[in-house]
């Protein structure tokens, strides 16, 4: 089992940024694929990030592109999402998740393990 525990999200004003962390806990870290989604109440959970296992690959939507950088330190057993030029259209709840594959997937089904997620709002 692998236990995830996000942290960092909060209020703050549009433009501004904010990192999120993701620690875990239990099985190899660096055996996994890390990603963020985000989902708003009533809808599909959306991707916005994925690492791969040495973080060396990334991947990201148009949505967030160019503002959002998800880093790891598998020492620390930790992914990262920086966060910048934030937008209202942020705002929603940010969950990280871990998949024991080999290849980056944008699906949330593809995902095995999952956190409690953490709250973004941007105010405008």
């Known amino acids: 089992q692998l236990q995830l525990v996000e942290s960092g999200g909060g209020l703050v004003q549009a433009e501004d940024s904010l990192r999120l962390s993701c620690a875990a806990s239990g099985r190899a870290f660096g055996n996994y694929i890390m990603a963020w989604f985000r989902q708003a109440p009533g809808k599909e959970r959306e991707f916005v990030a994925a690492i791969s296992r040495s973080g060396t690959g990334t991947a990201y939507p148009d949505s967030v592109k160019g503002r959002f950088t998800s880093s790891r330190e598998n020492a620390k057993n930790t992914v990262y999402l920086q966060m910048n030029s934030l937008k209202p259209e942020d705002t929603t709840r940010y969950y990280c998740?871990?998949?024991?594959?080999?290849?980056?997937?944008?699906?949330?089904?593809?995902?095995?393990?999952w956190g409690q997620g953490t709250q973004v709002i941007v105010s405008s």
């Open positions: 998740a871990a998949d024991d594959d080999t290849f980056i997937s944008y699906s949330p089904t593809d995902y095995g393990y």
